[in-house]
């Protein structure tokens, strides 16, 4: 049995006192849901003060990335030591991140293992480009993705870890995959992580990302191999978030 988890990236929105006020917003509307998990990814700047306001509650913290080197000459980085108990989870290798700051595969499996090792659960991000879409190469991009990205994974650490699917084209479009093909994405994610890490596939959870909304989230959570969401937008607003959330703890 996978837990739905939901995630919340704020990318790089809110500030410390909005960060503060969202989650002050949000814990009350999150309260009575007991059959999701539940973190909020805020900004580096946020994670002290907001986990103060999460101390008590089920939500779980999670930062948008780390390096993967334990300390030194890394102007502007975060340590993966840095968060060590301070933080459940790290999204790792966001399309953001590969493409924007020129991630590699294999720099991102590096930040995987560190996360692992630092007592973080990597929710390790991949997806293909609209382009890659259209040229069919979807599966393709997703197998090197998943093969790369749990490279070095120990058998005891692989049930831990989450993946997220979240295609390019669908992210800050409004325009999600149909929950359909999001099933038929996050089943083909699977199989390349039992060809990886064998019967772990059946415990590491899959979520979709890319558009995320209160309207869609009921149909894409419904899907068998569609353990949750990692949501953008709709996590900025607590009234949306909470009802992405119902509605996976439905
Ligand atoms: P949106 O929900 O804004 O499309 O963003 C998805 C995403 O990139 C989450 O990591």
Redesign the pocket.
């Known amino acids: 049995m996978r837990i739905p988890f939901i995630a919340g990236?704020w990318?790089m929105n809110k500030s410390i006192d909005e960060a503060r006020q969202l989650v002050s917003e949000l814990l009350p509307l999150l309260k009575d849901i007991k059959t999701a998990e539940i973190a909020v990814c805020p900004p580096f700047v946020s994670l002290t003060s907001v986990k103060s306001l999460l101390l008590g509650s089920a939500v779980k913290l999670g930062t948008q990335n780390i390096h993967d080197q334990e300390k030194g000459a890394f102007t502007g980085e975060v340590a993966p030591g840095m968060l060590a108990g301070w933080v459940d989870y790290a999204?790792l290798g966001?399309?953001?991140r590969r493409q924007i700051f020129g991630e590699s595969d294999a720099f991102i499996n590096r930040k995987v293992l560190a996360a692992l090792k630092h007592g973080m659960t990597p929710i390790l991000?991949i997806g293909e480009t609209l382009e890659e879409n259209e040229a069919g190469q979807t599966e393709t991009v997703l197998e090197r993705q998943v093969r790369a990205g749990v490279a070095d994974i120990s058998a005891t650490d692989a049930p831990r870890l989450v993946v997220?699917y979240?295609p390019i084209w669908?992210?800050?479009?409004?325009r999600?995959a149909t929950a359909d093909d999001a099933q038929t994405r996050c089943a083909f994610v699977r199989a390349c992580l039992r060809a990886q890490l064998g019967d772990a596939a059946d415990t590491i959870r899959v979520q979709y990302?890319?558009?995320?909304?209160a309207a869609n989230a009921a149909e894409i959570l419904s899907k068998p191999d569609i353990d949750g969401a990692?949501?953008?937008?709709?996590?900025l607003k607590a009234a949306d978030f909470a009802a992405i959330c119902r509605a996976a703890g439905a």
Do not use: P, R
């Open positions: 990236n990318k999204i966001h399309s953001e991000c997220a979240e669908a992210i800050g479009t409004g999600a990302g890319g558009s995320v909304s990692l949501v953008g937008g709709a996590s």
